[in-house]
């Protein structure tokens, strides 16, 4: 069984940083891509970034470029998001995801539970 558990957010001030961890169990993970996603109350969902299954393709929405580094750790099972230069627009709970498919045409199967970040202005 497939399982994603995020750790790292909590509350942090505008200009701060946080490291957020995704750590997967129940699949060879150096085979799949990884994404992180976001969700705000009251939004939808979105893309933050995705990284490969080897760690050198990666890809970031526009508002976290050069603010957010996504890696990973094959012998860790782990993928991790670097947040720095947090703004308030950046609280949400942030999920990881397990990425399938080809090139332009992924898919996100399974989820972790999210963990919340709080930016205080």
């Known amino acids: 069984q497939v399982q994603l558990v995020e750790s790292g957010g909590g509350l942090v001030q505008t200009g701060g940083s946080l490291r957020l961890s995704c750590a997967a169990s129940?699949?060879?993970?150096?085979?799949?891509?990884m994404g992180w996603f976001r969700q705000a109350p009251g939004k939808e969902r979105e893309f933050v970034a995705a990284i490969s299954w080897s760690g050198m393709t990666t890809d970031y929405a526009d508002s976290v470029k050069g603010r957010f580094t996504i890696s990973r750790d094959n012998a860790k099972n782990t993928v991790y998001l670097q947040m720095n230069s947090l703004k308030p627009e950046d609280t949400a709970v942030y999920y990881c995801a397990r990425r399938t498919g080809l090139q332009g045409q992924y898919e996100y199967d399974y989820w972790g539970q999210g963990t919340q970040v709080t930016v205080s202005s």
């Open positions: 129940g699949l060879t993970f150096s085979r799949y891509g």
